[in-house]
């Protein structure tokens, strides 16, 4: 039998549990789309994500305890349909609050594997209200309605009396502040309607400085956001400058293709071709012999058009040379071969994410960009260099992934391939 996400247990009978409770009967934001593109979603489950790994005892206990808090604060407040300049008085308490939002978002971190790590490690305060040693922060502001004008209205082909929409549904998303690359936090928002829940949850070794700047930086971004007391309390929420279709946009920004079935490019294509297996990117020798990296280096643009393009191209690749079989140098030895590369490298430096590390192109790459020296008819790379290559390889690494809301998990499962190819582990 497996075990409980919850309490570990492994002798309790397993039930669903919804990753946002049914009771409040609120379906997944699914509604607006359609208003601002044709055609309406795709892949969108109207709030029906269940996951299968709480039992019994804490589902219908202490689980189902905090979705009735839930529940009620819904009733009170989060129904409400908001306009710009409303504002709510705002009363909650903070445990059942913080730890009602910190169970959803790790009910939706284990649908995609994304952020379990740090989430579980708050699976004590959730259940119980026990004292965890991280930290974690709880913001909340107002989205207003979109307000279309004349221009939108016929650029989107709406019906004149829809001139006004307001937020609908629920939803969770990540988000990024930038600049924290080298640290791994949950950054979540929960919409409700209008409301916003910012969830910022914090690994148990992150200094106060780094937790000091991150907070600055959020409320800098976010400044009509106000931050919850650790005390029972009352605030007055307010809207800020984010209405109902920059609440949005981020998800439709990174999921085109659910959106609409406009051309996406051909790289786009090319990967979504096959689902899985190798994507070959064949480099010729005029385009070498020119020095013109353009055609690759915008494929290379295109892999960030959506977020499936981008996982797909995790690990995946491999650049071929074409037209220098007879050549008898090896390709780290052809002075513009080396000069492609090296002005492709400064363009898009996250080799670690797309390279798959077993294949050749990834095994020759620190030849190809760093000094190369012979040592009795052995062309070698010296091991500074060596070690140059491989921190700014995972820094790379790092950034991407921290600016595309791919997780510590993925960073993790990226780094033992790299690491397996480097040292033969
Ligand atoms: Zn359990």
């Given amino acids: 039998m497996s075990s409980c996400a919850f309490c570990g247990s492994r002798d309790k009978k397993i039930t669903r549990e919804h990753v946002f409770p049914k009771a409040i009967g609120l379906s997944m934001d699914d509604s607006h789309a359609d208003k601002w593109v044709e055609r309406s979603p795709k892949r969108f489950v109207g709030g029906e994500i269940v996951i299968k790994d709480v039992c019994e005892d804490c589902n219908s206990g202490p689980l189902s305890e905090l979705d009735a808090y839930a529940k009620e604060i819904y009733d009170s407040y989060l129904y409400q349909k908001v306009n710009q300049d409303d504002q ?12 009602w939002l910190l169970k959803i978002c790790f009910n939706s971190a284990r649908v995609n594997n994304a952020d379990t790590t740090i989430l579980s490690e708050f699976i004590p ?9 991280n930290e974690f922060l709880i913001y909340v502001h107002l989205i207003r ?19 006004k929409e307001y ?14 690359h080298e640290i791994s936090f949950v950054q979540r928002f929960v919409f409700i309607n209008s409301f916003c ?9 992150i200094s106060n400085e780094s937790l000091d700047k991150i907070k600055i930086k959020f409320e800098e971004e976010y400044e009509h956001s106000i931050c919850l007391n650790e005390s029972d309390g009352k605030v007055t929420i307010k809207t800020g400058q984010i209405d109902a279709f920059d609440a949005f946009f ?15 490019g051909d790289f786009h294509n090319l990967v979504h071709k096959y689902d899985t297996g190798l994507i070959v990117i064949v480099i010729e020798r005029k385009e070498v012999e020119a020095g013109d990296i353009s055609r690759i280096s915008s494929m290379f643009s295109n892999i960030f058009i959506s977020k499936k393009t981008i996982l797909r191209c995790k690990q995946s ?11 008898e140098r090896g390709l780290f030895l052809i002075p513009e071969a080396r000069k492609f590369v090296q002005d492709l490298h400064s363009e898009f430096p996250y080799w670690f994410y797309i390279l798959n590390p077993e294949l050749p192109f990834f095994k020759i790459l620190p030849y190809m960009l760093y000094e190369i020296e012979h040592v009795e008819d052995v062309v070698k790379i ?18 991407f992934c921290y600016n595309n809301c791919l997780s510590e998990e993925t960073i993790y499962e990226i780094s033992m391939e790299i690491d397996k190819s480097i040292n033969g582990g």
């Fill in 88 to 99: 709510i008085t705002f009363s909650y308490y903070f445990d059942q609050l913080s730890r």
């Fill in 197 to 205: 829940f910012s969830v910022l949850a914090f690994p148990k070794n």
């Fill in 317 to 327: 690749i491999d650049l071929i040379f074409d037209g220098y079989d007879d050549d």
């Fill in 382 to 399: 010296s091991d500074d260099n060596l070690s140059l290559f491989i921190q700014e390889g995972f820094d790379k690494l790092n950034e």
């Fill in 250 to 264: 981020p998800h439709m920004n990174m999921n085109p293709e659910f959106y609409s079935d406009e051309y996406l």
């Fill in 125 to 133: 305060y959730i259940l119980n209200g026990e004292e965890v040693e």
């Fill in 167 to 180: 937020p609908e549904g629920w939803r969770l998303s990540q988000f990024r502040l930038q600049g924290f």
């Fill in 145 to 163: 309605p979109k307000e279309f004008s004349t221009e939108e209205i016929r650029a989107f082909d709406l019906d004149v009396s829809e001139k």
